[in-house]
Nanobody, 120 residues
Framework: QVQLQESGPGLVKPSQTLSLTCTAS??????????GMWIRQSPGKGLEWIGY???????YIAPSFKSRISISRDIAKSQIFLQLSAVTPEDTAQYYC????????????WGQGTQVTVSS
């Protein structure tokens, strides 16, 4: 069973770039069957899909983030990365790394999540 672990700063200042890393163990996060996906949940809100990356490096980003998001991966290290630029307090959220089936987007593994607070 694959395990996912997010890491990154807990506090980011407004206008800065947030960088998160997700490391998989016990399996791959991206391969022919799976994509690595980022999801977040802001206080008092539901889950918000951010985007995903395939093994080949193709990325699909939610339109609301498209101008600010970069998702990348390191296959050798079984890692995916998220960079969110020009953060505002509205980007304060619990950020989750997940693995999903490429065929239908069904998530089969979640990281525990990492809390990110945007504040000066």
């Amino acid at each position: 069973q694959v395990q996912l672990q997010e890491s990154g700063p807990g506090l980011v200042k407004p206008s800065q770039t947030l960088s998160l890393t997700c490391t998989a163990s016990g399996g791959s996060i991206t391969d022919n069957q799976y994509v690595g996906m980022w999801i977040r949940q802001s206080p008092g809100k539901g889950l918000e899909w951010i985007g995903y990356i395939t093994r080949s490096g193709d990325t699909y980003i939610a339109p609301s983030f498209k101008s600010r998001i970069s998702i990348s991966r390191d296959i050798a290290k079984s890692q995916i990365f998220l960079q969110l630029s020009a953060v505002t307090p509205e980007d304060t959220a619990q950020y989750y790394c997940t693995r999903a089936l490429r065929s239908d987007g069904t998530v089969d593994a979640w990281g525990q999540g990492t809390q990110v607070t945007v504040s000066s």
